[in-house]
């Protein structure tokens, strides 16, 4: 592509050195940069990418893309802000491809992952190809394995490529995790979005948001930007539901779901066993049964979610209640990893989805029995979340294991007692306090019964572990599986 046909979705920029140079590709890393690349400078925490533009030249970048002005000569594009512009440029690059098929947002606080794997196989069954993006990577089917993805919404250049290659492979439907870093950082800017869901809003990221009511505007900004004839699912029983209908613009299509409050497609005569969850949904004057497989109160509030959006579509609710019935689980997300005891697996990380995690255990757990929660808290995040989900733990399970999550460059026995001032009383036969994680999972088999319930939460599918100096492997199903396999208790 011509370095002027780059610069069409750009509205003020300047140039420096201009010249109508051949661009073959995008980067914003001077170690990656191919021959022929346009090379993106990012001012970041750590690093500026403004610093390296030489590098990158001398590694073959034929343009810049940058903020100021550089003794470099080469072509240079210079805007305000690369990083919220970047959008624009990938966009053009890949000549739009969000236009071309069917794009759903999923976004909230929990539930997103999710929401959008059941979106994908509601499609499927409807024999509509739909590819997926989110915390687990890129797949172009539900058949397909993971592509590893470094966020849960990727960076411009890779998510318009990705959503080009989706297109130019046939699909025409992509469901996405929009997560509010990426809204509020502008990561899906020129994303042509057909319709958004909402699945809800709790504390989480307040590290980067700071309060309450701005991740709710990082949130608000998928719907405000909706198109007319696009679609919005909202959940009504999220105490910030209000919030987010007052923002979608007229035109839009608008569907609630709940189970508190009326909403368009309601859940009720709810029921929980080993075997997931039982209820009847109600939605368009009718009312039909649906068994999910899938557990636990959050679970009957994604299926809600997902549902609503295959109504949206006009999707056949026959076909719609089929492929959420046929849904088994998604990778760590109350994801059963041993029968007995019974060892849940699963990524909550803030104190509602600790809450809901630990909720749904308890209805799966005897009278006669315990319910075992492990956690920790990532390093480097929210620290007011910890004492929250201290508390937490210690209300809701009989016994609880603190211990490490991803504790980057903090010390892990700092993060440990900030979780620990939420903790009451602390009684040495019921709180357990292990920093490694590895030995914190070894040590649930001296404090179990075959008929306990274990939650291990916060990680979920993640196949890693990040410490101050390094990164590796640890997976929370594979440790647990390791202790409890020679107990003859595995799925």
Known sequence: MQLNELLKLLKDYETENFENVEITGLS???KTVQNGDLFICIRGEASDGHNYAQNAVDNGAKAIFCEEALSIDVPQII??????????IAAAFYNEPSKKLNLIGVTGTNGKTTVTHLIQRILEENNEKCALIGTLGYKMSSADGYHEAKHTTPQPPELQRDIRLMADNGIKNVVMEVSSHSLEQNRVGCCDFDGAVFTNLTQDHLDYHITMRNYFKAKALLFENLKQGAFAVINADDEYAKDFLSVIPSGVKVLTYGVK????VKAEKIEFS???AKLTVDFQGRKEKMNLHLNGMFSVYNALAAFSAGLAMNIDYKIIIKALENTKSVAGRFEIVNKKPMVIVDYAHTPDGLENVLKAARELTPKTSDLICLFGCGGDRDTTKRPKMGKIADELADKVVVTSDNP???????IIS?????????????????????????FLKTISNSDDVIVIAGKGHEDY???KNETIHFDDREEARKVFVELGGRV
């Open 28 to 30: 914003y890393n001077s």
């Open 79 to 88: 805007v305000n802000d690369t990083k919220r512009t970047m959008a624009n």
């Open 261 to 264: 409050k009326d909403a368009d």
């Open 274 to 276: 080993v075997d997931g």
């Open 408 to 414: 980057r460059s903090e010390d892990p026995q700092l």
């Open 418 to 442: 900030d979780i620990m001032t939420g903790i009451k009383t602390v009684d040495t036969k019921r709180i357990f306090v292990e920093p490694d994680r590895r030995e914190a999972i070894k």
């Open 465 to 467: 572990q990040i410490l």
